[in-house]
């Protein structure tokens, strides 16, 4: 748990170093940024829906239920938990959002008055609450809760760019950082109840976890090959660009949101029976 916790931590710290203090980075934002305006009248009806859905009132909504299902279970450290990886990944984000620096490169001076916009808060409501319930759910329906809230995160990741109101890196950087409190919060589960604990090797969701993983690279492939082929028109203003460069960086860029979302929640769910594990009696 805890070289989960520096991974995600290094990688968190890597998006936001390229992504935010070199031009390079900064550029390929502003192109996908800029590439969300292709077919934006078809999608802004259910994209602005997505958004306005994830209000403090449903984010307190949700950490409730999630505990409810963790206390209905017999689980009180489970609950406790659940809602210490919500807040924290939350309220760190916000702190990280004002707190981190945005040095202005001139690359998008549409958006330079706005600063700094790492993590995307949005995009760090719906991953906190996709990795919690996937902790309380029964065993049983674990699986089926992965993919349902891997989709749900990674849609509403994609949804901020879309309705521009992030830049990719902004969501990217946002589930690294849930993954990093789901880490912390795995440590604690570990600590609180490994004296009751029986872990059940039947309770691992092996194969769910590796389509999920699998497809989370792929998509990270995907990613990496689109940004390499955009990054040698980097001469080139993102306002001057035309369609299909444009279109590649959305696109490429959505596939990145996507990927690393699949990742975070394979590895959560690769080790989820072992943070709650079966309890004797």
């Given at each position: 748990m805890v070289v989960l916790a520096l991974v995600q931590a290094a990688a968190f710290l890597a998006v936001w170093r390229v992504a935010v203090h070199t031009g390079i980075g900064q550029w390929v934002d502003t192109v996908a940024l800029t590439g969300n305006r292709i077919g934006q009248d078809r999608i802004d009806g259910p994209v602005d829906r997505i958004l306005n859905a994830m209000s403090v009132v449903s984010l307190l909504a949700a950490t409730a239920v999630i505990g409810f299902i963790a206390l209905i279970r017999g689980r009180i450290a489970l609950a406790i938990t659940a809602t210490l990886l919500i807040a924290g990944a939350n309220v760190s984000s916000q702190l990280l959002k004002y707190g981190l620096n945005r040095p202005d490169y001139g690359l998008d001076p549409e958006r330079a008055a706005v600063g700094n916009s790492l993590p995307s808060g949005h995009t760090a409501v719906a991953a906190s609450?996709?990795?919690?319930?996937?902790?309380?759910?029964?065993?049983?329906?674990?699986?089926?809760?992965?993919?349902?809230?891997?989709?749900?995160?990674a849609v509403a990741g994609v949804a901020t760019l879309s309705a521009g109101w992030h830049r990719p890196s902004d969501a990217v950087a946002a589930y690294l950082l849930v993954g990093v409190w789901a880490a912390l919060a795995g440590l604690l589960l570990l600590i609180t109840q490994r004296e009751q604990a029986e872990v059940a090797p039947g309770d691992a969701h092996r194969v769910a976890a590796l389509v999920l993983g699998v497809a989370g690279v792929l998509a990270l492939i995907a990613c990496g090959v689109a940004l390499s082929w955009l990054v040698e028109l980097r001469g080139t203003g993102p306002e001057e660009l035309t369609r299909r460069p444009l279109f590649i960086g959305y696109a490429g860029s959505a596939a990145g949101i996507a990927g690393t979302m699949a990742v975070v929640m394979a590895l959560v769910l690769t080790i989820v029976h072992r943070l709650v594990p079966r309890v004797k009696g």
């Open positions: 609450v996709a990795v919690a319930l996937v902790l309380v759910l029964p065993r049983k329906v674990r699986a089926v809760g992965a993919f349902l809230g891997a989709g749900y995160a």
